[in-house]
């Protein structure tokens, strides 16, 4: 039993972040933990919390006093018991983290990416192809979950049976940083099969030989790391890379289909559609909060929180204080949300950001080229998860756009 150190001078905040209404609809705590003041403290979990933006960033930036070696999540993945071992990146600090990243200097290099890029327009231009031939779909269902899905696990070169796996996966993932609440243990439960598939990706002979997974293995060839650790670091795409760019892209065609006057604009410049999805990113903050653990005394505000305490950083709430951003609670696809901590920031901050705002643009581009007007047919219902805000179903009708002469899209 660990005994509470009343947190004296810190304001308590006597709410839980993962209760099933809350994560439906997090901004009034998220308001509620700025106004309290620079920091706080939740009760329940032991944990203090940062909303401010100024706190967030500077405490993402500083890796030395806030550290990720305990976790970024509710749970240490260091425990026997918990489901993974720790991530090489995410649950590191340097120096094995900063050898682990460079890593992935190859994988994510200009070349790479130009091709990923190719091969992921043609991808785009079909699915939004087919959803806009069908006019009424879940875009959702139909394209944001479709697209990452196909994306990422060609461009890392996974088999193409069983990549259904990693949404049972990416639950496991993102429920597991929260507490071991009922949507954690049965994601736990249903996890058996998806966490043997991915087991099974991790390793080199079931992995094509051109894609990313391979460079990362010819790591582990010229000395720079393990084998064992190559197929640690190939998780990470697993892990990180689906639910995040699902919830990205699910939150972005949302605020497209409920804000007709920037689906107007960016109609009208489509030019527009990276700054759209860097909004977006904004907005919906993917991964709503990460937690860090102090290795030294911080003083905040006066209060003395003493080393070995956990903070809740509240990436979400830091995105849309007013102390930072005009009107945070607008969705305008012409402000420039640089500075935004949707990536995080610092040497922890998104090893994947390239390829998120590469299938961000991409969809949004082909999305613009091809609809005139997406008419909102039903109930948009979000998805219950601890860490990742998404949507669970958006039901439309795509208006398709007259076709300019000369266009031809592949059929
Ligand atoms: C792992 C690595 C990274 C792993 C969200 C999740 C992650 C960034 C945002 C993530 C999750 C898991 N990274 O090593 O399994």
Request: hydrophobic share 40%; glycine share 8%.
């Amino acid at each position: 039993m660990t005994t509470t150190t009343e947190p004296t001078g810190v304001p308590i905040v006597d709410a839980d972040p993962f209760d099933p209404e809350t994560l439906l609809d997090p901004y009034p705590l998220h308001e509620r933990l700025r106004e309290a003041g620079p920091v706080a403290f939740l009760p329940k979990y032991q944990h203090y919390a940062y909303a401010r933006y100024e706190q967030v960033q500077a405490a993402l930036a500083d890796w030395e006093t806030y550290s990720s070696a305990a976790g970024v999540g509710l749970q240490d993945p260091r425990d026997p018991g918990y489901f993974r071992t720790p991530g090489l990146l995410l649950e590191h600090d340097p120096p094995d983290h900063t050898k682990f990243r460079k890593v992935f200097a190859p994988v994510l290099a200009a070349p790479a990416v130009r091709k990923l890029r190719t091969e992921s327009a043609a991808t785009a231009a079909q699915l939004v192809d087919s959803v806009v031939r069908k006019g009424s779909v879940d875009i959702v269902r139909d394209l944001a979950q479709v697209f990452p899905l196909q994306v990422l696990p060609d461009a890392v070169g996974l088999p193409v049976p069983g990549r259904e796996h990693l949404i049972s996966f990416g639950e496991l993932v993102f429920n597991g940083f929260g507490p071991q609440n009922d949507l954690f243990t049965r994601a736990l439960e249903r996890s058996g099969p998806a966490r043997d598939w991915v087991a099974a990706c991790m390793r080199r002979e079931n992995l094509s030989d051109t894609g990313m997974g391979a460079t990362i293995y010819a790591s582990a060839d010229a000395g720079v790391i393990t084998h064992d650790e190559a197929g640690t670091l190939v998780r990470n795409f697993l892990s990180a890379g689906i639910d995040t760019t699902v919830s990205a892209i699910s939150g972005a065609l949302y605020l497209l289909a409920t804000n007709p006057d920037q689906w107007a604009r960016l109609r009208a410049d489509p030019s527009l559609a990276r700054a759209a999805f860097e909004e977006a990113v904004r907005l919906v903050s993917p991964v709503q909060q990460f937690v860090r653990s102090s290795t030294r005394e911080v003083e905040v505000d006066g209060a003395v929180i003493p080393p070995g305490s956990r903070f809740l950083i509240f990436h979400s709430a830091a995105n849309r204080d007013p102390r930072q951003w005009a009107e945070p609670d607008r969705f305008d696809i012409g402000r420039r949300p640089a500075g935004h901590v949707g990536f995080g920031t610092g040497i922890h901050a998104c090893l994947g950001q390239v390829i998120a705002r590469l299938e961000g643009e991409l969809i949004l581009s082909a999305l613009v080229e091809r609809v005139e007007r997406i008419e909102l047919t039903g109930q948009s219902r979000w998805h219950l998860n601890n860490s990742v805000r998404s949507l669970a179903s958006l039901p439309v009708h795509l208006h398709p756009a007259a076709q300019e002469p000369g266009e031809h899209h592949a059929g």
